[in-house]
């Protein structure tokens, strides 16, 4: 007899578990407290444009294409190489940087201040490939069913990458640059994990390998949520439903079973096996009432930055900006050891800005643009209060005008904000941090809350707050490792 599995979320982990386990034979339902699939993975349609919510781009295109295999489907989107990656701009240096995977090419924009950049960033590039082959087999794909398997399995990394342990990306990277500009440039991508360079470990420069050398980002052909409809359709013909408006609020377990989740409506969701699309933390305090994961315990855990999110619809073009955008300051260092708690710095904001509408025309008017920016902020443990948040978004867009050269407000038709208030209201995400739990030393790997319950034996998680973290990659890593362990659950 086939086993029911009740899916809480549908973000990328939550439906792409879904039909692995379809495929395998198992009854799958998904409840979902927004009326519409995604997660953060999202979409905004509105006076006419569309904007993608949250992710913009993705690496590791290899993991999607073992997902389709995995389940015997074609991709369900079509996506193509972006080259440059994106450019960066200083307000500081008239100069716009174009990060290309070509290193010669990338290298001729360093010339005048970084000599030798180019066998600077082999070597760079080379100790970074070193640490993403000796790791992410061992540590990013592996379940680990206790701190001793997690630090028996440490122990077959090579012993040469234990330093980075121990030091900071933006150390490793001063270590191979000496420049202002090559090195806020390299190590732009830390923030991509939701932390600073002055903050994330040194062992994520591997992230730089998958950047230039791995695999590269890639756009979607027709927005991010293509994804998301892709997957959603192809659940709807393995009969998997989704029901939509369902936030989950309470549950009912017996010993060591979950028997249901309750919904607000008071609705009870009965199956065999549960699993967490949710943040894995906030729920086992949130819904679970787990005293290891109250708001107290929770604050004491290191989170990813707050995001402010908006977008804008102009009625102009603006054939002179590029698909995807770094604005930086002339205060980089200052201004990452502060951005996390220091509402202050928000008034000299570092800023990336997507044009969706500039390879995809269908996201905009005839004639017109969709843009969308992120600036990263303060979580509401920090600022809990966006009143002003109109008056912080309008000092964005005057810069932005400023750096162009071109003033967007009066061509604004559209405007849409997201302050961690609404990523933290909309998306359960604990005091709206923007990915979930930080990849500290003390928060990776089987320290990070485990990808199966410590009470309940028939319940699992998979997203970016448990193993092995943030990124559409690793949601797909994340529900294949939960999806193992349902496999071999024996109830």
Known sequence: MSKNVLITGAGLGGLTAALRLAKKGYKVKIVEKNDKAGGRLNQIKKDGFTFDTGPSFFSMSYEFEEFAKECGIELPFSYHRLDPLYTVNFSDNPQTFFLYSDIDKLAAQFASFEPGFASKMDRYLADSGKLFHDTVDLVIKNNFDSLFSYFITLMKVNPVHL??????????????????????????????????????MAIY?????????????????????????????ELEKNHVNIQYNTEITGFTGNHDKLESLTDSAGKKHNADI??????????????FGRKKYSVKKLDKMNWTMGYLTFYLGIKCKLPE???????????????ANKVMKNPGTLQKPYYYVNVPSKHNSSCAPEGCESLFFVCPV?????????????????????????????????EIVSKTIYTPVEWQNHFNLFRGSGLGLAHSLWQIGALRPANFDEKFKNVFYAGAS??????????LISSKLACKRIENLNI
């Open 321 to 335: 900006i590029h698909h995807h955008n770094y604005y930086l300051g002339s205060n980089y260092e200052e201004y």
């Open 274 to 287: 549960f699993l967490i699309n949710s943040d894995a933390a906030w729920f086992r305090g949130k819904v």
């Open 466 to 475: 448990t193993h092995p973290g943030a990124g559409l990659p690793m949601a």
């Open 163 to 200: 330093p980075v342990l121990f030091r900071s990306f933006w150390k490793e990277v001063k270590r191979h640059f000496s420049s202002k500009e090559a090195r806020q440039i390299i190590s732009l991508v830390a923030f991509f994990l939701g932390r600073t360079p002055f903050d994330t």
């Open 378 to 410: 303060p979580d509401l443990k920090y600022k809990p209060d966006w009143d002003d948040k109109d008056a912080i978004v309008n000092s964005i867009i005057d810069d932005f005008s400023l750096r162009i050269g071109k003033d967007i407000a009066p």
């Open 205 to 233: 420069t591997l992230l730089s390998y998958t950047e230039f050398k791995h695999d590269g980002y890639y756009n979607v052909d027709g927005g991010m949520y293509k994804i998301v409809e892709g997957l959603v359709s």
